[in-house]
């Protein structure tokens, strides 16, 4: 089932078959000017419902996917990690549930990653640390379960973390306290053990 308002099967099929600019017109479409491919895609907040399509991943010009405060539900489909392009990705306040995709960490370019209050469940992706320009992590007011993994710290850029009110277990990894962020909420999980004192290394 595609997204409602623009359905993105016969939006892909418009672009291939007929490349035109009527397309860029559209409400929360943009496109570069010169090209017409379609750049960033902005449908927040205008009670969609469905599943994300598949087709997504045929948009691989995309610098920026916003479908925030909607009614989707399903998965995350794979394919998201074909939008090699991505900056930035906001899902967050929806009904998704499911994994995390290892796919998103295919998204070299990606910046922002925000997948806050969903229904998402199973482990963070230990993948997630194989994005370098990751800045902004936010995976808040899920059902994410398993350990804070040690590789998500090998990021050097990460600026704001949050895993706020998951079903996080274990201790918090030692090496937390060599990250160089503003912003760390773990708060509403069950961590155990001590606090680690590099944390004031932030």
Do not use: H
């Amino acid at each position: 089932m595609c997204i409602a308002i623009y359905d993105l099967c016969s939006f892909v099929r418009l672009k291939v078959d007929s490349p035109s600019s009527d397309y860029c017109v559209w409400r929360g479409v943009t496109c570069d000017n010169v090209t017409f491919n379609v750049v960033a895609l902005n449908l927040s907040s205008l009670n969609l419902d469905g599943e994300i399509s598949t087709s997504i991943g045929d948009l691989k010009g995309l610098l920026s996917i916003d479908l925030k405060g909607n009614l989707l539900s399903g998965q995350i489909p794979d394919e998201i990690g074909d939008c090699v392009g991505l900056k930035s990705l906001d899902l967050s306040f929806n009904e998704l549930n499911g994994d995390i995709p290892f796919s998103i960490s295919k998204l070299k370019q990606l910046e922002t990653l925000i997948l806050k209050n969903n229904q998402l469940i199973g482990p963070i992706p230990s993948t997630l640390s194989q994005i370098p320009n990751l800045k902004i992590l936010d995976l808040g007011q899920n059902k994410i379960s398993g350990e804070i993994p040690r590789l998500l710290y090998w990021n050097e850029v990460l600026q704001y973390l949050d895993l706020s009110y998951n079903n996080l277990t274990g201790e918090i990894p030692f090496n937390i306290g060599f990250l160089q962020i503003a912003t760390l909420s773990l708060q509403g999980n069950r961590l155990s053990g001590e606090i680690p004192s590099v944390i004031g290394l932030m």
